[in-house]
C-alpha cells in the first residue's frame, strides 16, 4: 500500500510569513495526526482527527496554526504568521484504528523560519 | 496523564556489541508501547509494539523490548549492532481508548555505532 504522502519536504521562509503544508494519508485510515518535532525533541502532537472532525486540539497553537480535513481524507496544516520557534519539522500521520493499532508516518515537511 | 522517559539522549556502542536503549514509562491504565526509528531526514519507522500480549515483543532488524510491569520499563535491545542501526530511537506510549490513540513520546535516544 502506499505511504502516507506529504509535500513539500522542505520549506524556508521568513518570520511573519504564512505557510501551508499538505498530507495525505493512507487510503481508508480515518485518523490523521500532526506532530511537531523540534530538533533533539520527540514528536508532539499538535491536532487529531477523526474523519473530518477534531478529536484533540489542545496542544494546537491556535491563534496562528490552524488545520482542515475538509473530506475526511487529506488535510492541511497552516502557519499564519510564522514565528522562529516553529522551526521544526511537521510530520503527518495515519491509523487504521483499532487498539495499539499503531501508526504510518509521512517523511514530515522541514520548516525553517529565518 | 501519561509520560515516556527515555534515559539517555545519546548511545554509543561497537559493531557487534549489544544495543540497550532504556525506556520508562507512568500510566494510569494498561499502557500501548511502541519503539520507532528515525533515519536522517525521515519519518518514523515502527520497530515493534507492546499490545497486552506477549511481554517479549519481537520487531524488525533484530530489534526486541520486554515489557516489565513492576518496573514500569519497555526497554530495547539488540544483541548485535550493525552499522545501519544507527539512528535516532524514541520509545511512545498510548491509551487507546481514553485518548483516541495518540503517541506520547520520550525525547528520543541518538545511537552511534562505532566500527
Known amino acids: 500500500e502506499a505511504g502516507v504522502a506529504q509535500s513539500p519536504r522542505y520549506k524556508i521562509i521568513e518570520k511573519r510569513q504564512s505557510v501551508a503544508f499538505w498530507c495525505n494519508p493512507i487510503s481508508g485510515h480515518a485518523t490523521l495526526y500532526w506532530y511537531q518535532q523540534i530538533l533533539g525533541q520527540g514528536p508532539k502532537l499538535l491536532i487529531q482527527?477523526?474523519?473530518?472532525?477534531?478529536?484533540?486540539d489542545s496542544q494546537l497553537p491556535k491563534d496562528r496554526f490552524s488545520a482542515e480535513r475538509l473530506k475526511g481524507v487529506d488535510s492541511t496544516l497552516k502557519i499564519q504568521p510564522a514565528k522562529l520557534e516553529d522551526s521544526a519539522v511537521y510530520l503527518c500521520?495515519?491509523?487504521?484504528?483499532?487498539?495499539?493499532?499503531?501508526?504510518?508516518f509521512g517523511s514530515g515537511t522541514r520548516l525553517t523560519v529565518v | 496523564a501519561q509520560s515516556v522517559t527515555q534515559l539517555g539522549s545519546h548511545v554509543s556502542v561497537s559493531e557487534g556489541a549489544l544495543v540497550l536503549l532504556r525506556c520508562n514509562y507512568s500510566s494510569s491504565v494498561p499502557p500501548y508501547l511502541f519503539w520507532y526509528v528515525q533515519y536522517p531526514n525521515q519519518g518514523l519507522q515502527l520497530l515493534l509494539k507492546?499490545?497486552?500480549?506477549?511481554?517479549l515483543v519481537k520487531g524488525i532488524n533484530g530489534f526486541e523490548a520486554e515489557f516489565k510491569k513492576s518496573e514500569t520499563s519497555f526497554h530495547l535491545t539488540k544483541p548485535s549492532a550493525h552499522m545501519s542501526d544507527a539512528a535516532e530511537y524514541f520509545c511512545?506510549?498510548?491509551?487507546?481508548?481514553?485518548?483516541?490513540?495518540?503517541?506520547?513520546f520520550g525525547q528520543g535516544t541518538e545511537l552511534s555505532v562505532k566500527p
Open positions: 482527527f477523526q474523519n473530518n472532525g477534531v478529536v484533540d
Open positions: 500521520a495515519s491509523s487504521g484504528g483499532g487498539q495499539g493499532s499503531g501508526y504510518t
Open positions: 511512545a506510549v498510548s491509551r487507546w481508548a481514553n485518548q483516541g490513540g495518540k503517541l506520547i
Open positions: 507492546y499490545t497486552s500480549a506477549a511481554t
